[in-house]
Nanobody, 122 residues
Framework: QAQLVESGGGLVQAGGSLRLTCKAP???????????MGWYRQAPEKERELVAT???????NYVDSVKGRFIISRDNSNKKVYLQMNNLKPEDTAIYYC?????????????WGQGTRVTVSP
């Protein structure tokens, strides 16, 4: 079983919303809570990009293209990270992944899971 499991994707019309969930079923609280976590996405024929991060202290950052529309949050007691996506646009269409990162170069910590597919229709 993967360290991180993503869910919540689907097909939505432009302007709609989705909430993605990343869970860590194999981790215990003391392992999960100190992790810096991020949501990534990979659109067809494009490189995977980091779109939102949340530190162990709860601080968040977003790539410019999703600022004001996406909200990342975490629930350490349940070992989950969420991505609330509002006002979705066709260009948000991608497979979304979560991972933990480390260092100033955002090196990912775990193998990638299967991700969850988000499709936004015009």
């Amino acid at each position: 079983q993967a360290q991180l499991v993503e869910s919540g994707g689907g097909l939505v019309q432009a302007g709609g919303s989705l909430r993605l969930t990343c869970k860590a079923p194999r981790m215990i609280f003391s392992t999960f809570s100190p992790l810096d976590m991020g949501w990534y996405r990979q659109a067809p024929e494009k490189e995977r990009e980091l779109v939102a991060t949340i530190g162990s202290d709860g601080r968040t950052n977003y790539v410019d293209s999703v600022k004001g529309r996406f909200i990342i949050s975490r629930d350490n007691s349940n070992k989950k990270v969420y991505l609330q996506m509002n006002n979705l646009k066709p260009e948000d269409t991608a497979i979304y992944y979560c991972n933990s990162f480390m260092g100033s170069d955002f090196q990912t910590r775990y193998n990638w899971g299967q991700g969850t597919r988000v499709t936004v229709s015009p």
